[in-house]
């Protein structure tokens, strides 16, 4: 495993926190204005990371992990990840942003990964994890949805707010939130895509009690996604 070269990623049209990868500061409002600096671009082995624990993304796919892997071992890692200082633990370094290509590069043997490592609160780390995890295109609905969740409980922001900060409308947001009230069976059978959004946007809507009688009748109709 070998590292090409440090590509910055291109201008996101999804939120002005993609700054945070092309300067210095971040200059958008946020609940905790503190700049966000970076100390250095440095190679860090795999040993001394850990993945954070207020990343709300919780579903990777194995078949993409696995093709990325292949694609580190064939061209290297292009693009750095994002860390910061771990204060806690026996890892020295926490990933921000990331850990589809640490998971990848554990699957390829790298012995190191290349790293932006930056100064940064727990409220920034959590909307830049946010904002990193919309650009993929394979996030879950519900990591979505946690991530939001994640942003205005303990981030203080409003669905209005969240809205403009990742450039979707309001109803969007409120949809996202409302799989939240899934119960427990119905979250898992989304998860492991044993039904569409449809069906648990539609199940969310049910009180919990109405939820678990209603489960059964989606593997018997052919809702749209």
């Not at 998971?103 to 994890?129: H, K, L, Y």
Request: glycine content about 4%; some cysteine.
């Amino acid at each position: 495993c070998f590292f090409l070269m440090i590509r910055r990623p291109p201008r996101s049209t999804l939120f002005p926190y993609t700054t945070l990868f092309r300067s210095e500061f971040m200059t958008t409002a946020t609940v905790e204005p503190m700049p966000v600096t970076t100390k250095e671009y440095r190679q860090i082995p795999l040993e001394e990371l850990t993945e954070s624990t207020i990343n709300p993304r919780r579903t990777f796919d194995s078949a993409g992990l696995t093709d990325l892997a292949e694609s580190i071992n064939q061209f290297g890692i292009l693009e750095p990840i994002l860390v910061r200082n771990n204060s806690s633990g026996k890892c020295n370094f926490e990933i921000i942003a990331g850990a589809r290509r640490f998971r990848a590069a554990q699957q390829a043997e790298c012995p190191t990964i290349p790293a932006r490592v930056c100064v940064m609160s727990d409220n920034q780390a959590r909307e830049v994890q946010v904002i990193e995890n919309l650009q993929r295109e394979d996030l879950h609905p519900l990591d979505e949805a946690m991530g939001y969740q994640a942003l205005r409980e303990r981030n203080g922001h409003s669905v209005k707010s969240i809205a403009g900060r990742v450039g979707k409308s309001e109803s969007y947001v409120e949809r996202r939130l409302k799989l939240l009230d899934l119960i427990e069976p119905v979250q898992k059978a989304f998860l492991g895509d044993k039904i569409h959004a449809g069906h648990a946007l539609a199940l969310a809507r049910l009180q919990p009690a109405d939820q678990k009688p209603a489960f059964r009748p989606c593997f018997d109709e052919r809702w749209p996604p």
